[in-house]
């Protein structure tokens, strides 16, 4: 039933919850109430996608985001890791993969869109959305986003062949885009992660 795809795994309340997309691109989903002793069977969503699932837990509520085959990102919940409400589009189509981390009971969103450009927004689950924000520049690789040591770090290289970094602490606020060399040179953000931003940068 199942293809070798990364299976993800989240521990909600008092279950450990698994999803991953099968070999026919549903999404399958599984529980656990004895850390992982024994499973529910596994069960399966219909509508195809054409990522791995990503998971995470924010404001008492599990999230889950997926990017269909129309190259839509979806987004459900979940109040008990076993029922869930129903899948909402929340872009057009998008040219990349996308990331979703959560903070401070928050969950950031990140794409990259059918323009190239990275747009952002943040859900506080059963409550609203932020607007999207939208980078000024067009990217020319894939866009990047990484909880870093309590802050959300998004970053992209620019047509203009230089790495723009931003970060926020709360998935509301955030720093202005600013070069990846002012980044270093300001140390707000964890030096390590963002020396290796600079090999990739300068590899790629």
Do not use: C, H
Request: hydrophobic letters at 30%; aromatic letters at 10%.
């Amino acid at each position: 039933m199942l293809n070798p795809n990364p299976v993800t795994r989240t521990q909600y309340k008092d279950k450990l919850v698994e999803a991953v997309r099968g070999k026919d691109n549903y999404i399958y989903g599984r529980s656990s109430s004895d850390g992982g002793k024994t499973w529910s069977n596994w069960q399966y969503t219909n509508g195809g996608i054409n990522s791995d699932v990503q998971m995470v837990v924010a404001n008492n509520a599990l999230v889950q985001a997926v990017r269909g085959t129309d190259n839509v990102l979806y987004v459900r919940q979940s109040a008990d890791g076993v029922n869930w409400n129903g899948w909402t589009p929340i872009t057009g189509a998008i040219s990349d993969d996308f990331s979703i981390d959560a903070i401070d009971n928050k969950v950031v969103f990140s794409v990259q869109g059918s323009d190239k450009k990275l747009y952002s927004r943040t859900l506080i689950p059963n409550v609203s959305w932020t607007n999207w924000e939208v980078s000024p520049l067009t990217t020319i690789n894939p866009i990047e986003q990484k909880l870093v040591d309590g802050k959300v770090v998004q970053s992209y290289k620019g047509v203009d062949d230089r790495t723009y970094v931003r970060y926020s602490t709360d998935g509301l606020k955030w720093n202005k885009w600013e070069t990846l060399e002012s980044a270093i040179a300001k140390a707000e953000i964890n030096q390590q992660y963002l020396g290796e931003l600079q090999q990739n940068s300068d590899q790629n």
